[in-house]
């Protein structure tokens, strides 16, 4: 099924000018890498204020080794650290966002190395990182990569994108989200489903008609719509689009009257800023908006 969608996408690809081709599945072509030296698992680039990070470990379904994780945290701190970044895509390929974390690497460790280690703490970071992050998801998102993908503010998925959480039939169970984020996204009964058989797994379109993937997109197209909304947020202003993710991402941990304070005490702090001086004002004037991000 999947040699026959990589084909014409292939196809596809091919044909497109290079200004083009920074969809998924050319990514190797604009693909630079940013202040960090040499990336084995991942391809980045830079499109505008939107930075582009490729999961890029092919032969193994994007499987999140360590290693990824490692060099992924690494460059969404350089990107959320760099002034001329507003927002970043996350993707894979057009056969696999990730498979889930690498169950060869993981299946030969112990209880206690995984407790005192804290393994996979580091997963966590992505969720610390303050610019939004859009994650264009084709392929497999199973297990850990069903997981970074809600870890990520907005999913958006290719047609034939497959969300599932399939760790039960591996003897483990989901740790990076999975029996937690993905209740609040699709609700218990879809949870419990897909956490307790392994194998009823959403499709891109189920996933949508449930909350957990907020648009779809044909295959090929996907990529770059993420990178069209990446590209409409990154050019607001930063702190107020923070304000914005913080104040979400507070209404998971809240309750709702501390959540209603919360925001209400962030709206009136962006009157303090010269962005939302300079947005109504823009407004008032019939103008379009210029933000200084202060
Ligand atoms: C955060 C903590 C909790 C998270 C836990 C998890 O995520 S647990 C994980 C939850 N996820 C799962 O349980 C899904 C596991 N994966 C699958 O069930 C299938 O690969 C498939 C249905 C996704 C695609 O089937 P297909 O017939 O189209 O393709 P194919 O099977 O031939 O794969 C191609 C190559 O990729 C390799 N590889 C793939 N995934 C992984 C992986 N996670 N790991 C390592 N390697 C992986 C595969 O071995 C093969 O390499 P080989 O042998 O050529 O050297």
């Not at 360590?66 to 895509?89: A, C, H, M, R, T």
Request: hydrophobic share 45%; charged share 20%; glycine share 8%.
């Amino acid at each position: 099924m999947f040699a026959a969608l990589r084909q014409p996408l292939a196809r596809a690809s091919a044909a497109k000018p290079l200004a083009r081709a920074f969809s998924a599945y050319t990514p190797a072509q604009n693909a630079v890498a940013p202040a960090s030296p040499k990336l084995e698992y991942l391809l980045t680039e830079t499109r505008g204020r939107v930075a582009l990070v490729t999961l890029h470990r092919p032969k193994a379904l994007n499987a999140l080794c360590n290693g990824l994780f490692v060099e992924l945290n690494q460059v969404l701190k350089e990107f959320d650290n760099n002034k001329d970044i507003g927002s970043i895509v996350i993707t894979g390929s057009e056969r696999a966002f990730a498979a889930g974390a690498d169950i060869k690497e993981m299946k030969d460790r112990q209880f206690i190395e995984n407790y005192s280690e804290n393994f996979l703490g580091h997963w966590t970071q992505i969720t610390t990182i303050r610019k939004p992050i859009i994650a264009a998801v084709n392929g497999f998102a199973l297990g850990g990569g069903c997981e970074l993908a809600m870890m990520c503010d907005i999913i958006y998925a290719g047609d034939k994108a497959v969300f599932g959480q399939p760790e039960i039939k591996l003897g483990t169970i989901p740790g990076a989200g999975g029996t937690q984020r993905l209740v609040k996204a699709v609700g218990k009964s879809k949870a419990m489903e897909m956490c307790l058989t392994g194998s009823v797994n959403l499709t891109a379109q189920e996933a949508e008609a449930a909350g957990l993937v907020s648009k779809v997109y044909p295959a090929e197209q996907v990529l770059d719509e993420a990178i069209k909304t990446a590209s409409k947020i990154a050019n607001l202003s930063v702190p107020i689009v923070q304000m914005v993710k913080d104040a979400i991402n507070q209404s998971f941990e809240m309750p709702l009257q501390a959540g209603l304070t919360f925001e209400r005490r962030l709206f009136h702090a962006t009157f303090g800023t010269n962005d939302q001086k300079e947005g109504m004002s823009a407004f008032a004037e019939k103008r379009k908006p210029n933000f200084t991000n202060n």
